[in-house]
């Protein structure tokens, strides 16, 4: 399950390691007060909890009324806070910068101004050097409230160079905040309709990103303008099936990392993102050797440092290592050799499931059951193909659609032709009802309600004449999937 349900402190224990596990005990037991015990008794309850248990928790603990139960559950999601921001990570560049934030102020506070304005200057570079224009727009805050408010005798023209920062900061924000929202909208637009399946869908799409995309490629400079820039234009050009111009964005979003080095470490997250959409850019293209070639990059970033100390990082190495290797014996057409992987996935899977969204998880099941159907084990590619139809979810229409026509088609190759009867209709109804059904899938129906008529099912001249007619559709855009 994604961890979206469940209570909230009971999920964020099941998260910490034995060392921030340890480190927890031992910060809280400096203070021998009566309720912080009674914190480490609930955080010893709730640790060995699979599931949340609340019933369980008050036998386990007689003397507290109920009622006291939210409060103390509350003072210890903060306390583990509190514990592990003390085992900051010092590379975190935005923990760098609260903790120079949290100094100027202190000083500020002990009436030290000029002290405070010589951080805030140092932290200004520091911003600069590295984009960060939110903090930089912060720290300017507090340079013009500490000469508004206060004699400093800082140098002639102060006021005039901190209103001029501050404008230029805020028009660079305005840009990149456009930027990234229209990426944010693009890409859940994809989560929830996946790809377009018809000119209406294309036309919709088309006048959204019309309409929301004014600035061009010459307007924009840095970092994060180009990085979310190329972001836009790559989900845009995903969800039009334009490959082509799709793996074009998204080699400007991988090489944006080789022109900023430093920036690997500091955004792990949008590279790994980026590494994970060349390698489908490379899989829809059909470009075997460079796969081959980022999988081999996703395998040495699997092993970073900046990736095996962040829980987010590993989760989203793994998931995006693993669908390229999926994705590289669909093409090699090795499906049984890729059945070695499940295991392993499945593993991960479940190690990882309180950081995992169901849309990742849907398209794991996905591509199984298609290793599974490719190896000729229908019972196994229905096995999953059932987990996806099963789940309860507004996700991903598209994926929807794609396993039950699969798994219709894994009950054809079963035999399993009175089922089909009332599969084919339920489904055809299903999709129709949708608006998803695309001219291939109408084929596909077509020709398995013929096959039901029909005494000779294993006729294989009809199956020769089916991969004609969807061959015809093979260059059709709306239909290449």
């Known amino acids: 399950m994604p961890n979206k349900t469940g209570d909230p402190l009971h999920l964020l224990i099941r998260t910490l390691s034995k060392v921030e596990k340890k480190n927890f005990k031992l910060y809280i037991t400096r203070n021998s007060k009566r309720e912080n015990l009674r914190t480490v008794t609930l955080f010893d309850i709730l ?25 103390t559950k509350s003072r210890l999601y903060h306390e583990i806070l509190t514990s592990l921001r003390l085992l900051r990570d010092e590379r975190d560049i935005d923990i760098r910068m609260h903790e120079q934030m949290d100094y100027a102020l202190i000083l500020y506070n002990k009436g ?16 600069r050097q590295y984009e960060q224009f939110n903090g ?109 111009k799709y793996y074009r964005h998204v080699s400007h979003w991988v090489a944006l990392f080789d022109q900023f080095p430093e920036m690997k470490d500091i955004e792990v997250a949008h590279y790994i993102k980026g590494l994970h959409n060349l390698s489908s850019a ?35 190495a793994f998931v995006y290592l693993y669908t390229a290797i999926i994705n590289k014996h669909f093409m090699e057409g090795t499906f049984s050799e890729g059945l070695q992987w499940v295991p392993v996935i499945e593993e991960r899977l ?27 084990d229908n019972d196994k590619a229905i096995d999953y ?39 084919s209709r339920s489904v055809y109804r299903l999709l129709a009802r949708m608006g998803s059904l695309s001219t291939v899938e109408i084929e596909i129906f077509e020709f398995l309600k013929a096959e039901l008529r029909s005494e000779k099912i294993t006729d294989e001249q009809r199956l020769k004449m089916l991969l004609s007619r969807l061959q015809q559709h093979s260059d059709k855009r709306f239909e290449t999937r």
């Open 136 to 244: 930089l727009q912060e720290v300017i805050a507090f340079e013009k409230k500490i000469e508004g408010l206060h004699i400093t005798r800082s140098m002639r023209g102060r006021a005039e160079q901190l209103s001029a920062e501050a404008v230029t900061v805020a028009k660079k924000l305005d840009r990149i905040h456009h930027l990234s929202n229209l990426s944010l909208e693009l890409y859940s637009w994809y989560i929830g309709h996946g790809h377009v399946r018809d000119a209406e869908d294309e036309e919709t799409l088309r006048s959204f990103f019309k309409e929301r995309m004014h600035i061009t490629v010459h307007d924009i400079e840095g970092f994060y303008e180009h990085l979310f820039y190329h972001q836009a234009y790559c989900w845009f050009k995903f969800m039009l099936q334009d490959f082509f």
């Open 47 to 71: 640790d060995k909890q699979v599931f949340y248990d609340e019933d369980k928790v008050m036998q386990r603990m007689p003397d507290m009324p109920r009622q006291q139960l939210l409060n």
């Open 385 to 423: 193909l059932n987990r996806i139809i099963n789940w309860k979810t507004d996700l991903r229409h598209d994926l929807q659609c794609y396993a039950r026509l699969l798994h219709l088609i894994a009950h054809y190759e079963l035999g399993n032709y009175e089922l089909m009867e009332y599969l």
């Open 112 to 127: 030290l101004y000029v002290q405070s304005l010589r951080m805030l200057e140092k932290l200004k570079e520091f911003a």
């Open 282 to 316: 490379h899989f829809y293209l059909r470009n075997y050797k460079k796969l081959l070639l980022v999988i081999k990059d996703l395998e040495t970033l699997e092993q970073m440092d900046a990736v095996q100390r962040n829980d987010n990082y590993k989760v989203n």
């Open 350 to 376: 479940q190690r990882y499931h309180l950081y995992m969204d169901a849309h990742r998880i849907l398209v794991f099941y996905y591509k199984i059951a298609c290793l599974y159907f490719g190896s000729g």
